[in-house]
């Protein structure tokens, strides 16, 4: 479960990026987020992967305050939480193989693991034979996919995507996802961040507008709500 009180993020320039969020997902939910450009979206997603730190209030992932969490145990707190971005991120002189392999390897898994685990992961997101490319080599689509089996390979019960779509063209976007539900329906939570106003109009689920740093609107199988 994600729990947050009364969350404020103030940047160091000033900006109020939240203001005063609270907000509880539950363990299993699926869930957009969604508003305008500037809106504190990519903060609010930031906060829960320990990327930006909250400036005051609790962030609580399966009751453990993120807060206080040391630096080097970051790693493990991302072992719970895997993240998918627009632009992928994929480390671009390592194979798709090797990126998931390396999310495993920054755990310290077991060697003799990773490699059944890789090729799993590879396999369940469509990319078995495509192990040995490197980034450069594979579409959009497919770079996504590679990020996707990275952000899972650790069986994160987290896993928080900012705008996973926005680079993919239409058909991609829908396979992108068709698999964050099925990872979903694997017991994984996902919320995810986007602009796609078709995608949250047609696979319904829990939707949270924030504006101007505030929640909105937080409604079970919302609807986008925006013309953009
Ligand atoms: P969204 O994802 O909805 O577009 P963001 O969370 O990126 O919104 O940004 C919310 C506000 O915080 C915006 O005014 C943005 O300019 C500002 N902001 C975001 N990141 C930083 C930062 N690192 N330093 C200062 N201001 C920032
Ligand atoms: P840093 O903390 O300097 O960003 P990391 O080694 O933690 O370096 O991460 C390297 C890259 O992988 C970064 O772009 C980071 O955002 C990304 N990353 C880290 N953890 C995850 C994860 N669980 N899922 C997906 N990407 C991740």
Same mark, same amino acid.
């Given at each position: 479960m994600i729990e947050m009180h009364d969350v404020w993020k103030v940047y160091p320039n000033g900006v109020e990026a939240l203001r005063g969020i609270d907000v509880r997902i539950e363990q299993g939910?699926?869930?957009?987020?969604v508003g305008p450009s500037g809106a504190g979206k990519s903060t609010f997603i930031k906060l829960m992967y320990r990327e930006e730190k909250p400036s005051s209030g609790v962030i609580l992932i399966n009751g453990v305050n993120v807060k206080r969490v040391r630096d080097w145990k970051i790693p493990y707190l991302r072992?719970?939480?895997g993240?998918?971005?627009?632009?992928?991120?994929?480390?671009?002189?390592?194979? #798709?193989? $090797? *990126?998931?392999a390396f999310a495993m390897e920054a755990i310290e898994a077991p060697r003799r693991k990773i490699?059944?685990?890789?090729?799993?992961v590879l396999e369940l997101v469509g990319l078995a034979d495509r192990m040995d490319a490197l980034p450069s080599q594979l579409s959009g689509g497919e770079q996504q996919r590679v990020s996707i089996a990275r952000a899972i390979v650790n069986n994160p019960g987290f896993l928080i995507a900012d705008e996973p779509t926005g680079n993919l063209d239409p058909e991609n976007s829908w396979d992108i996802?068709?698999?964050?539900?099925?990872?979903?329906?694997?017991?994984?939570t996902v919320v995810m961040a986007t602009h796609n106003k078709e995608i949250v109009n047609t696979i319904r689920k829990?939707?949270? #507008?924030? $504006? *101007?740093g505030v929640?909105?609107?937080?409604?079970?199988?919302?609807?986008y709500g925006y013309e953009d």
């Amino acid at each position: 479960m994600i729990e947050m009180h009364d969350v404020w993020k103030v940047y160091p320039n000033g900006v109020e990026a939240l203001r005063g969020i609270d907000v509880r997902i539950e363990q299993g939910e699926f869930c957009y987020v969604v508003g305008p450009s500037g809106a504190g979206k990519s903060t609010f997603i930031k906060l829960m992967y320990r990327e930006e730190k909250p400036s005051s209030g609790v962030i609580l992932i399966n009751g453990v305050n993120v807060k206080r969490v040391r630096d080097w145990k970051i790693p493990y707190l991302r072992r719970k939480i895997g993240v998918v971005f627009q632009d992928f991120k994929l480390l671009p002189h390592l194979t #798709a193989y $090797e *990126n998931v392999a390396f999310a495993m390897e920054a755990i310290e898994a077991p060697r003799r693991k990773i490699r059944s685990r890789v090729e799993e992961v590879l396999e369940l997101v469509g990319l078995a034979d495509r192990m040995d490319a490197l980034p450069s080599q594979l579409s959009g689509g497919e770079q996504q996919r590679v990020s996707i089996a990275r952000a899972i390979v650790n069986n994160p019960g987290f896993l928080i995507a900012d705008e996973p779509t926005g680079n993919l063209d239409p058909e991609n976007s829908w396979d992108i996802m068709y698999l964050l539900e099925e990872i979903n329906a694997r017991g994984t939570t996902v919320v995810m961040a986007t602009h796609n106003k078709e995608i949250v109009n047609t696979i319904r689920k829990r939707v949270i #507008a924030i $504006e *101007n740093g505030v929640i909105v609107r937080d409604e079970e199988q919302g609807e986008y709500g925006y013309e953009d």
